[in-house]
């Protein structure tokens, strides 16, 4: 079993719908958790970030850590054409641990107008 | 401020021989990492380096390797190439060991 798991989707919605993405993960030491976007044939994009439990909220995105059930999401307001991509989570531990981040497999999400 | 950049965007090579990918972090972060990604294992630490001195590494074989310069600039090396290794090889950066990452746009790395 992977330490992070993430459904693959596809997850198709129309234009202007929620996207609700999120993932699970069995390693408690986890406490930074991270969204990130990325398109086809282009590298990583950092959407957001969190430390530890609690939402944060950053313009149509909207990010929650809930680590008593080891589970976090990513919501997408008012969707856009734009917004389809594959949605990567990626978590890592202590600062100790660096940058050795640990990723999901990765939503593909695609938003049709 | 510029992005991370690597170089070459692609690269095909035989079984059996070296590929040496680069990578020029975001002006002033003095952290590099390097992952892999496939379809089928997804994105890979494969190693981080700060200021030149390797931190952290994943699990990976000795085959992969890589440096990082005084001007924070890295390299990675991949030796005795195998046809599993054809992957996306993606460098990110970071002001420091432990902070936000940024990817840059990959390098595609063919073997046959």
């Known amino acids: 079993q992977k330490e992070v798991e993430q459904d693959p989707g596809p997850l198709s919605v129309p234009e202007g719908a929620i996207v609700s993405l999120n993932c699970t993960y069995s390693?408690?030491?986890?406490?930074?958790f991270m969204w990130y976007r990325q398109y086809s044939r282009k590298g990583p994009e950092l959407l957001m970030y969190t430390y530890s439990s609690g939402n944060k909220e950053d313009g149509r995105f909207t990010a929650q850590v809930d680590k008593s059930s080891k589970y976090i999401s990513l919501f997408i307001r008012d969707s856009q054409p734009s917004d389809s991509a594959t949605y990567l989570c990626a978590m890592s531990a202590s600062g100790a641990a660096g940058n050795k981040l640990t990723f999901g497999g990765g939503t593909r999400v695609l938003v049709k107008p | 401020k510029a992005g991370v950049t690597q170089t070459p965007r692609y690269l095909i090579k035989t079984r059996g021989q070296q590929v040496t990918l680069s990578c020029s972090p975001i002006s002033g972060h003095r952290s590099v990492s390097w992952y892999q990604q496939t379809p089928g294992q997804g994105l890979q630490f494969l190693f981080e380096?700060?200021?030149?001195?390797?931190?952290n590494k994943g699990n990976f074989p000795g085959r992969f390797s890589g440096r990082q310069f005084s001007n924070s600039r890295s390299e990675m090396n991949v030796s005795t190439l195998e046809l599993g290794d054809s992957a996306l090889y993606l460098c990110?950066?970071?002001?420091?060991?432990?902070?936000?990452?940024?990817f840059g746009p990959g390098t595609r790395l063919t073997v046959t």
């Open positions: 380096y700060f200021s030149e001195t390797q931190r």
């Open positions: 390693n408690s030491a986890f406490q930074y």
């Open positions: 990110a950066s970071s002001a420091a060991s432990g902070s936000l990452l940024y």
